[in-house]
């Protein structure tokens, strides 16, 4: 399902009750996972914009990167009576007793960027996501596409352990290199969405390495830990970009800064903005019932050097990346 299902949803809704006025008495409270990337503090920025355009009340709980402080966050916002909860989870299972809670105190819970382990599916009413097997399997055919028939040894950044965008974005870049025998990936850890792991992971392949000579290309699952793992590279004499394909997930800034310089080659983008549909979501079921559908999916791109990486850079760059 996608945006026109969703507006066909909001439409019913009538103009009075979707301006800000209509919207103004609501309250929402949003549990977000952290700051644990520049997409994530994209995502933050983002949705308080969102919020503010349709006069929410928005209260935003910082996880750190936590499942317990989430669940917290979430019980706190019932003690509180919000209108409604937003959730990233920062994990897939563990959710259901609080999101009972919440459906038994009548509080539409919509999660954003992640989905949860499908047990829980009755307990939200929407999740707003890209399609991030999709996102893997774009980034795999980027790269079987550009290395050919050459052979091809593949390091992998991996993301947070037991989150499904983590295992989503594995399994589609899997499926995108299936059938080219000469695409291998010979090593494969998490970096924990963070730069600073993703530039520790990557140092400890190039070890292994013996210097990272055999080394094709790197799939990071985003752009930060590819952030990171350029500086490994560039600190090893190796020349990312040109000895060592890159690609990664999210199209953040900072990605494009080094696809502009030729050190990265492409990324697969992930829009920062899920609050402003799953905010329309929540105001057409609050003023109708009308029930959006369960996936409202967004829109990904791939990006490449012949983007003209620096526009989007400067597109980009005051987003709260």
């Known amino acids: 399902m996608n945006f026109k299902a969703l507006n066909a949803a909001v439409v019913v809704c009538g103009a009075l009750v979707c301006s800000g006025a209509g919207a103004k008495e609501l309250t929402i409270g949003f549990s977000q996972i952290g700051s644990e990337s520049g997409w994530r503090a994209a995502e933050t920025t983002v949705s308080k914009a969102e919020a503010k355009k349709r006069n929410i009340n928005f209260k935003i709980a910082d996880a750190q990167q936590k499942q317990e402080n989430q669940i917290r966050a979430i019980r706190s916002f019932i003690a509180q009576g919000v209108d409604a909860i937003f959730l990233a989870p920062v994990v897939a299972t563990g959710w259901n007793a609080v999101l009972r809670e ?9 999660l954003l960027d992640r989905d949860i382990d499908p047990s829980g599916k009755d307990l939200y009413l929407t999740a707003v996501t890209s399609d991030s097997v999709h996102e893997g399997k774009v980034a795999g055919e980027w790269l079987v596409k550009t290395v050919g028939s050459k052979s091809c040894n593949v390091v992998e950044l991996q993301g947070t352990v037991g989150a499904s965008v983590a295992a989503n974005r594995k399994k589609g870049f ?51 830990m590819m952030v990171g ?16 394909l890159t ?22 983008e992930l829009t920062p903005d899920m609050a402003g549909p799953a905010f329309d979501a929540v105001i057409a079921y609050k003023a109708k019932g009308t029930t959006p559908p369960k996936w409202i999916q967004t829109v990904s791109k791939l990006y490449t050097g012949a983007d003209n990486p620096q526009a989007v850079y ?3 760059k005051d987003l709260g990346y």
Not at 102 to 110: C, D, T, Y
Not at 229 to 244: F, N, R, Y
Not at 247 to 268: H, L, Q, R, Y
């Open 102 to 110: 919440a459906k038994e105190a009548k509080i539409p819970v919509v």
């Open 174 to 224: 899997e499926q995108g290199i299936a059938g080219h025998a000469n695409l291998k990936i010979v090593r494969s850890q998490t970096g924990d969405f963070t730069r600073a792991k993703g530039k520790e992971v990557m140092e400890s392949f190039i070890k292994a390495d013996g210097g990272g000579k055999s080394i094709c290309a790197v799939y990071a699952h985003n752009d930060d």
């Open 229 to 244: 793992a350029i500086q490994a590279m560039k600190e090893a004499g190796l020349k990312p970009g040109s000895d060592v």
């Open 247 to 268: 690609v990664s997930i999210d199209a953040v800034p900072d990605i494009f800064k080094a696809m502009a310089a030729g050190e990265a080659n492409a990324t697969v």
């Open 314 to 316: 400067e597109s980009k």
